[in-house]
């Protein structure tokens, strides 16, 4: 098993107005983690922006983002797709193609 340090994280997302909400996760050096959301597809309008978060508490009372994801909706034809946005804060980990619809 693994032997980096645990940390309690919440994930969120955010679809144009609609945030959904937030989901408790464990994140461990060294290992991945694959989040998964389901969201109706009437919220997938062209052009929207689709974020994602994971926070951690800072200190009591403030959050810190450990890593955070953009992409704008696009239609391929009759189904949703999702372009990756220019994100513009710190650097994270590279997730490109890591995305799974369900």
């Known amino acids: 098993m693994g032997e980096g340090p645990k940390t309690e994280a919440t994930s969120r997302f955010q679809i144009g107005s609609f ?5 408790a996760l464990t994140v461990q050096a060294d290992f991945n983690t694959i989040l998964r959301f389901r969201i109706p597809e009437e919220l997938f309008r062209d052009r929207e922006r689709f974020t994602v978060e994971i926070r951690t508490t800072a200190s009591p009372g403030s959050e810190a983002v450990l890593w955070t994801k953009r992409w704008e909706v ?8 999702l372009e990756p946005v220019a994100d513009l804060s710190l650097p994270g980990p590279d997730f490109s193609g890591d995305l799974q619809g369900s």
């Open 19 to 23: 945030t959904g909400r937030d989901t």
């Open 74 to 81: 696009a239609w391929r034809g009759t189904t949703p797709s």
